[in-house]
């Protein structure tokens, strides 16, 4: 069984910078694609950005330019660095993990908000 562990989220001032972190665990036999989604309240959750196993990225347009999606393939780990935050981005942040055997697991989600 594989575990997906998320940290690094809390409080930040608007315009402000937050790091996630997303662990993998378990019997892992690869890693493939990983990614990171948020929910705010009353809305669907939705892609913020996605990382291949080869390092291909892709970001949903309204992060670009801020967010950098990158992981650490021998960890296991995929990261986020958020910059230039803004209060409709408080959310709670979800991990995405595409394992070869378990398929797709998520993890239990960090809270990220954003003060104006």
């Known amino acids: 069984q594989v575990q997906v562990v998320e940290s690094g989220g809390g409080l930040v001032q608007d315009g402000g910078s937050l790091r996630l972190s997303c662990a993998a665990s378990?019997?892992?036999?690869?890693?493939?694609?990983m990614g990171w989604y948020r929910q705010a309240p009353g809305k669907q959750r939705e892609l913020v950005a996605s990382?291949?196993?080869?390092?291909?990225?892709n970001y949903a347009d309204s992060v670009k330019g801020r967010f950098t999606i990158s992981r650490d393939n021998a960890k296991n780990t995929m990261y986020l660095q958020m910059n230039s935050l803004n209060p409709e981005e408080t959310a709670v942040y979800y991990c995405?993990?595409?394992?070869?055997?378990?398929?797709?697991?998520w993890g239990q989600g960090t809270q990220v908000t954003v003060s104006s």
């Open positions: 995405n993990v595409n394992e070869r055997s378990s398929g797709t697991i």
């Open positions: 378990g019997r892992i036999i690869t890693v493939n694609d």
């Open positions: 990382i291949s196993r080869y390092g291909i990225t």
